[in-house]
């Protein structure tokens, strides 16, 4: 077996991830992740007016996909996983595409933004637990109340919105649910893949995966739709959730979460969806409030609270190249 190019290759200091530690770079990717991600839920209301969601979630990932293979094919650095690892991967592509995107785009077909950002609110809990159960991460009371503490302070956020759980949501609620579980699940279990093949190569083949799975569910939709019906406006949406959040946000979650604890990261996340309510309240011109305020307070100080990790609680391991991972294999 050849030797790992772990061998060969000397890291820049500042590319480093170092347990606990937040760099220049971590933050400045969380605050990307961030603000492109506050803009998901409108891209999607765009989308879905005249996209069915079946076929807008699955076109979202080959689209997605197919850049992907673009920028990674002339590089030479699509590394082909072990078999070992195809079950997996296999599992991931339709945990993230069918089963994601469906129950995401259904719910926000029903339910709407505010919804949405309640229901995702929970990712960092999820999350959290999830690391936990993994060994990722340790189980620690500051972690735990620092995720909590996000959630409360994004869901008094919508709650002063205008958050009603009317009868006619509770089915788009329930979809919403699977979709913050299956992201969450997502974003825990392609962890390790990251580092043996890279990022951008684990989307695409997860991608990839789930695409082709759901072709079949994808070429039944589209025999019933009219596709001159769909307004330049949905077009646009679906090519912000394909390229900007697919494969820019994707990417950038996938290289944080190998580079930090999860916790951190999906705790952080939660600053888009009080994000989403202030462009929405820009466009209607209605500002925020003293609730508003309080919110924002309580999902900073739990933002604080998982910024920093000792390095005895999180079990960080390097990623050579986010691109093409540490072995074109197995290590």
Same mark, same amino acid.
């Given at each position: 077996?050849?030797?790992?190019?772990?061998?060969?290759?000397?890291?820049?200091?500042?590319?480093?991830?170092?347990?606990?530690?937040?760099?220049?770079? &971590?933050?400045?990717?969380?605050?990307?992740?961030?603000?492109?991600?506050?803009?998901?839920?409108?891209?999607?209301?765009?989308?879905?007016?005249?996209?069915?969601?079946?076929?807008?979630?699955?076109?979202?990932?080959?689209?997605?996909?197919?850049?992907?293979?673009?920028?990674?094919?002339?590089?030479?650095?699509?590394?082909?996983?072990?078999?070992?690892?195809?079950?997996?991967?296999?599992?991931?592509?339709?945990?993230?595409?069918?089963?994601?995107?469906?129950?995401?785009?259904?719910?926000?077909?029903?339910?709407?933004?505010?919804?949405?950002?309640?229901?995702?609110?929970?990712?960092?809990?999820?999350?959290?637990?999830?690391?936990?159960?993994?060994?990722?991460?340790?189980?620690?009371?500051?972690?735990?109340?620092?995720?909590?503490?996000?959630?409360?302070?994004?869901?008094?956020?919508?709650?002063?919105?205008?958050?009603?759980?009317?009868?006619?949501?509770?089915?788009?609620?329930?979809?919403?649910?699977?979709?913050?579980?299956?992201?969450?699940?997502?974003?825990?279990?392609?962890? &390790?893949?990251?580092?043996?093949?890279?990022?951008?190569?684990?989307?695409?083949?997860?991608?990839?995966?789930?695409?082709?799975?759901?072709?079949?569910?994808?070429?039944?939709?589209?025999?019933?739709?009219?596709?001159?019906?769909?307004?330049?406006?949905?077009?646009?949406?679906?090519?912000?959730?394909?390229?900007?959040?697919?494969?820019?946000?994707?990417?950038?979650?996938?290289?944080?979460?190998?580079?930090?604890?999860?916790?951190?990261?999906?705790?952080?996340?939660? +600053?888009?969806?009080?994000?989403?309510?202030?462009?929405?309240?820009?466009?209607?011109?209605?500002?925020?409030?003293?609730?508003?305020?309080?919110?924002?307070?309580?999902?900073?100080?739990?933002?604080?609270?998982?910024?920093?990790?000792?390095? +005895?609680?999180?079990?960080?391991?390097?990623?050579? &190249?986010?691109?093409?991972?540490?072995?074109?294999?197995?290590?």
């Amino acid at each position: 077996m050849p030797a790992s190019p772990r061998n060969n290759l000397s890291i820049p200091p500042t590319l480093r991830p170092r347990a606990g530690a937040l760099s220049s770079i &971590d933050l400045t990717a969380l605050v990307t992740i961030t603000l492109l991600a506050s803009f998901t839920a409108i891209a999607v209301q765009w989308a879905v007016a005249t996209i069915p969601p079946i076929v807008g979630g699955i076109l979202r990932f080959t689209m997605a996909a197919i850049i992907i293979g673009l920028i990674l094919a002339p590089r030479k650095k699509l590394p082909i996983p072990h078999r070992s690892d195809w079950l997996r991967i296999t599992i991931l592509g339709i945990v993230c595409v069918p089963i994601n995107q469906v129950a995401f785009w259904g719910g926000m077909a029903l339910a709407n933004a505010s919804h949405s950002a309640m229901l995702y609110s929970t990712t960092p809990v999820l999350v959290t637990v999830m690391a936990c159960l993994m060994h990722i991460e340790r189980w620690s009371g500051r972690v735990l109340a620092g995720a909590i503490l996000a959630a409360l302070g994004v869901l008094v956020i919508l709650i002063n919105s205008g958050l009603f759980l009317k009868s006619s949501f509770i089915r788009g609620d329930l979809l919403l649910l699977v979709a913050a579980a299956t992201w969450s699940g997502y974003l825990v279990f392609s962890r &390790d893949l990251n580092g043996r093949y890279g990022s951008l190569a684990v989307q695409f083949w997860i991608f990839v995966t789930g695409s082709l799975i759901s072709l079949p569910l994808l070429i039944f939709e589209s025999t019933r739709l009219n596709w001159s019906h769909i307004t330049i406006k949905s077009w646009l949406g679906l090519a912000y959730l394909s390229i900007v959040v697919a494969v820019i946000v994707f990417f950038l979650f996938n290289w944080s979460m190998r580079r930090q604890p999860p916790s951190r990261v999906a705790t952080f996340s939660n +600053a888009a969806y009080p994000l989403t309510l202030i462009w929405e309240a820009l466009i209607n011109r209605h500002l925020p409030g003293i609730w508003f305020l309080l919110g924002s307070a309580l999902l900073l100080s739990g933002m604080a609270l998982t910024l920093y990790r000792p390095a +005895a609680v999180i079990n960080i391991s390097e990623e050579l &190249d986010p691109i093409a991972g540490s072995t074109p294999g197995r290590p």
